[in-house]
């Protein structure tokens, strides 16, 4: 049993237009206030998910987004965001006061490029780029010691568009970067440590019908 989360937050923010339009810079910064924080752990004795609560947990950061129109036809989008998360009270583990909350990343990074060409007959060809970087993060009470890297994924797609139909192939993780979804342990010691993987490099070939 635990109690429901409450959470009180606080942002303060900008959206602005650059160089006739072709800048769109946006940015905020936040602060949340949690109490009875809720985050789900794998339990190895019951083989169950679990939900546990942080008693206070305090999350501050800043977001920053640039969108460049380049051209007609291009655009460029970077991203940028920034997380301190700190666990304040916690009576089930008063040991981990001061620690990060678990799940949360330290920082995002993001760059994106889009572009598209007129084909005629009300068809382009639609073609899209993008990098995303991932900050460490823990994941579990049992070790909070154990970090996650910094992981960075590559996304593309190429694929024809027109105002109803989309057909598009697309590929997830290029790189085929091998990152941590989940750890836990299965016994007493650090030796017992099981991770679980994330989502290998894949592809295939998508259709959008607008009606």
Do not use: C
């Not at 959470?7 to 810079?25: A, P, R």
């Not at 970090?147 to 593309?156: F, L, P």
């Amino acid at each position: 049993m635990f109690d429901k989360e409450v959470s009180d937050s606080y942002e303060l923010g900008f959206k602005t237009t650059l160089l006739d339009d072709k800048v769109t810079l946006n940015g905020a910064v936040f602060s949340i206030d949690q109490d009875d924080a809720q985050f789900t752990q794998f339990n190895v004795d019951t083989f169950t998910l679990e939900n546990l609560s942080i008693d206070k947990v305090k999350t501050q950061g800043l977001e920053l987004e640039v969108a460049i129109a380049a051209t007609e036809n291009f655009d460029i989008r970077l991203s940028a965001g920034m997380v301190d998360s700190e666990i304040e009270e916690f009576a089930l583990q008063p040991s981990l006061v001061g620690r990060p909350q678990f799940w949360v990343p330290e920082y995002n990074y993001g760059l994106s490029i889009n572009h598209y060409y007129e084909l005629g007959n009300d068809w382009s060809l639609v073609s899209r780029a993008g990098i995303q970087i991932e900050g460490p993060k823990t994941f579990s009470i049992d070790i909070p010691d154990v970090e996650s890297s910094q992981y960075t994924y590559v996304n593309a797609g190429i694929g024809l568009k027109s105002e109803q139909l989309t057909i598009q192939f697309y590929v997830d993780n290029l790189t085929d970067e091998r990152a941590i979804e989940d750890i836990f342990l299965f016994g007493d010691s650090i030796t017992d440590l099981a991770r679980q993987p994330n989502k290998p490099r894949s592809f295939g070939i998508e259709a959008i019908y607008n009606f």
